[in-house]
């Protein structure tokens, strides 16, 4: 059994010594052969060349000695083929595994902008002498008056009415009457001899008087008030009205007017964090490292509508576009097979088996 192409990235579904069958309606019946060999190369050399060992062997004709004189770590595993099978070598490429990927395309930075400090013009009143406060004497408000002043008081003088006398004779005493004892004689004194008795006898001496010119009380002196009226003089007298009084006298301040500029706004300084500028991408990274594997291929002759059919819309519910499903092997059906073996880590190239019970497709 002579058995065809391997393919590494390409799609060889015509093998030598396989039937085959009818292409689809966007390849050309006559040219399908030349394109599956033109893909073939295209993909053979855009792929790392790797060297194909044979690893088919036909188990029927392998003995057991034989088997044991082979070191397993030298031989790669056997497996029957049997007759009408198709099979390609193919690679297994490393699997594709999508991440998301976040890059970040500008670090962030504190972004400081100013404000400015912004002016108008203004006009200002300007001191030029202080206000002070001074003092007014306000005179005293006089009123002019008529009055009567009295420029002597009312006197109360007492007069004197001498006494009136008469004159009349008066015999007055100048000496008045005594008494005086005289020596004389008395009967018996005279006639004794031997009495020693002296006789006293009291003689009345008249008084003397004198006659005189007296004045005599007829009426007694006397007094009698006499009242001299007050004496006035009319003059015309200032009355004070309103005394004088200090009072404040406010002075204001002398101004001038000068044109000025004053701040309206202050300068502002505003500091924002400006955050990284982060694009998000995918990142492809790939797990495992490739392999020479031999798989089972479907044969031209095994072909049929209701398979492609199947895998067409298994590719679809795996969101890759195989073209509408009309059970037909195009371009875009082989593209998306093609992209879905990539993806999951099977054998790249050809319509296997191994892609077909992986997609779920039941074969017919």
């Not at 008081?153 to 004779?169: C, D, G, L, Q, S």
């Not at 003689?203 to 009226?229: D, F, Q």
């Amino acid at each position: 059994m002579k058995l065809g192409y391997y393919l590494l990235p390409g799609l060889l579904l015509g093998i030598s010594g396989c039937a085959s069958t009818t292409p689809d309606s966007e390849v050309d019946s006559v040219h399908y052969s030349q394109w599956a060999e033109q893909q073939a190369q295209q993909n053979a050399e855009a792929a790392p060349q790797v060297a194909a060992e044979p690893v088919l062997a036909q188990l029927d004709e392998a003995t057991p000695a034989a088997a044991e004189n082979t070191s397993q770590a030298s031989q790669p595993a056997a497996f029957v083929v049997s007759a009408n099978q198709c099979w390609v070598q193919s690679v297994v490429r490393p699997k594709p595994v999508q991440k998301p990927l976040e890059v970040v395309t500008k670090d962030s930075v504190n972004k400081i902008q100013v404000t400015p400090t912004q002016l108008s013009q203004e006009r200002k009143q300007v001191v030029t002498k202080d206000g002070v406060t001074m003092y007014k004497v306000e005179p005293p408000v006089y009123r002019q008056v008529k009055e009567r002043v009295e420029v002597r008081p009312e006197i109360v003088r007492t007069i004197v009415e001498p006494a009136v006398f008469e004159m009349k004779k008066e015999v007055v005493e100048v000496e008045a009457a005594r008494t005086e004892l005289e020596a004389c004689k008395t009967a018996g004194v005279t006639f004794a001899r031997e009495n020693t008795a002296r006789t006293l006898c009291a003689r009345l001496i008249p008084a003397k008087t004198a006659t005189v010119m007296k004045k005599t009380l007829v009426k007694p002196e006397t007094k009698r008030e006499v009242v001299e009226p007050a004496v006035f003089k009319e003059v015309t007298r200032w009355v004070l009205e309103t005394p004088a009084r200090v009072v404040e006298v406010p002075v204001a301040n002398e101004t001038a007017e000068l044109p000025v500029q004053v701040v309206a706004q202050a300068e502002k300084v505003d500091e924002q964090q400006v955050p990284a500028e982060v694009r998000q991408l995918t990142a492809t990274e790939y797990t495992g490292e490739p392999q020479m594997v031999t798989v089972r291929a479907v044969c031209d002759a095994d072909l049929n509508a209701p398979m492609i059919v199947s895998m067409q819309n298994a590719l679809q519910s795996a969101g890759l576009n195989p073209g509408a499903a009309d059970g037909k092997l195009g371009p875009r059906t082989v593209a998306a097979l093609l992209e879905y073996q990539r993806r999951h880590g099977l054998a790249y190239g050809a319509l296997t088996y191994e892609s077909l019970q992986h997609l779920g497709v039941v074969q017919q």
